[in-house]
């Protein structure tokens, strides 16, 4: 029952946004931006990145509400909408940081010759191999995992990408695997 009320107070809430009411949408805010900026940290490794991924994802509900995509009269997972929504900034994210990693490769100075850096160097390098690897997965995997690591049900979870609550463990053990095989064939390169 707690979850009816959550989506009709979510519905209200995107109603009153519809109508110009600030305090609806700041109480949405309120309630999903830890959850949206965590998920996004995890997928893009900075905060710098993943709080402006995180406003641009609060912006695209508030343009989606006002300009009232949301149907009235119609239940909204906003959180599922939210996560969805999320992913896709990260993963654009990502493909714009791989492109442009890509095309400055050579202008970056090698940091291995600084005394004292190697451990950092080695944990960057080592985050930017699971970002890497979660880019390589589809969306689906990698939203999964993230979503999982930080916490999420697994009914949480099935909303957001849209299956069965009985197959998420599934989906997850799979995913972990692909992200396994992905990383590890990095890490040999």
């Given at each position: 029952m707690d979850k009816d009320v959550t989506l009709l107070t979510d519905n209200r809430l995107l109603e009153?946004?519809?109508?110009?009411d600030t305090d609806s949408f700041d109480t949405i805010f309120?309630?999903?931006y830890d959850r949206v900026y965590g998920l996004l940290y995890r997928l893009v490794g900075t905060?710098?990145?993943?709080?402006?991924l995180t406003q641009e994802v609060f912006v695209k509900l508030y343009n989606h509400a006002f300009e009232k995509r949301f149907l009235p009269n119609r239940e909204h997972n906003l959180g599922a909408w939210l996560y969805r929504t999320a992913m896709n900034s990260g993963y654009n994210a990502l493909r714009s940081n791989q492109r442009r990693e890509k095309r400055d490769a050579h202008l970056v100075p090698d940091?291995?010759?600084s005394p004292g850096v190697d451990k950092a160097v080695e944990q960057r390098?080592?985050?930017t191999a699971v970002r890497f690897a979660l880019g390589k997965l589809n969306q689906r995997d990698a939203q999964l995992l993230l979503m999982r690591q930080m916490g999420?049900?697994?009914a949480e979870c099935a909303e957001a990408v849209n299956v069965a609550s009985s197959s998420?463990?599934?989906l997850i053990k799979r995913a972990a695997e692909s992200f396994k095989s992905v990383y590890e064939g990095d890490q040999n390169v």
């Open positions: 009153n946004i519809a109508l110009g309120h309630q999903h905060r710098t990145e993943a709080e402006d940091p291995k010759g390098e080592r985050e999420f049900s697994y998420v463990g599934t």
